[in-house]
Nanobody, 123 residues
Framework: QVHLVESGGGLVQAGGSLRLSCAAS????????MAWFRQAPGKEREFVAA???????TYYESVKGRFTISKDNAKNTVYLQMNTLKPEDTAVYYC?????????????????WGQGTQVTVSS
C-alpha cells in the first residue's frame, strides 16, 4: 500500500511557473512508477508525466519542453516543475503510483492516488 500527498498548487499568471510535490509513504521500498495526471472541469482525467525508479520519464505531448518530472528516492518524493504555464493547464493535478517499471499512461493502470492539488493559470 502506498499513500500519496500532493502539495504546491496555486494561482499563477500565464507564463509563470509552479512546482508540485508528491510525497509517498507506506510500501515504498519496491520498484514503482510515479505519475502526474490532471483533470479540468468537465473533462476526463489525462496523463501528464511519469517517472520510474531508475529515472526514465515520459510526457504528454502538450507539456513536453515545459514540464519536468523528477524524483528524490531518498525522500520518496516526486516533483513536477511546470514552466511557461498556459490557461489550458488549469486543472486539479493528481499524483499516482503503481508497482513495476513500465511507464504506463492510462489512468486505470495506476493503483494509488493522491487527493489532488488545484492549479489555476490566469490569462
Amino acid at each position: 500500500q502506498v499513500h500519496l500527498v500532493e502539495s504546491g498548487g496555486g494561482l499563477v499568471q500565464a507564463g509563470g511557473s509552479l512546482r508540485l510535490s508528491c510525497a509517498a509513504s507506506g510500501r515504498t521500498d519496491s520498484n514503482y512508477v510515479m505519475a502526474w495526471f490532471r483533470q479540468a472541469p468537465g473533462k476526463e482525467r489525462e496523463f501528464v508525466a511519469a517517472i520510474n525508479y531508475s529515472g526514465r520519464t515520459t510526457y504528454y505531448e502538450s507539456v513536453k519542453g515545459r514540464f519536468t518530472i523528477s524524483k528524490d528516492n531518498a525522500k520518496n518524493t516526486v516533483y513536477l516543475q511546470m514552466n511557461t504555464l498556459k490557461p489550458e493547464d488549469t486543472a486539479v493535478y493528481y499524483c499516482a503510483a503503481r508497482y513495476g517499471s513500465i511507464l504506463y499512461t492510462g489512468r486505470t493502470q495506476y493503483d494509488y492516488w493522491g487527493q489532488g492539488t488545484q492549479v489555476t493559470v490566469s490569462s
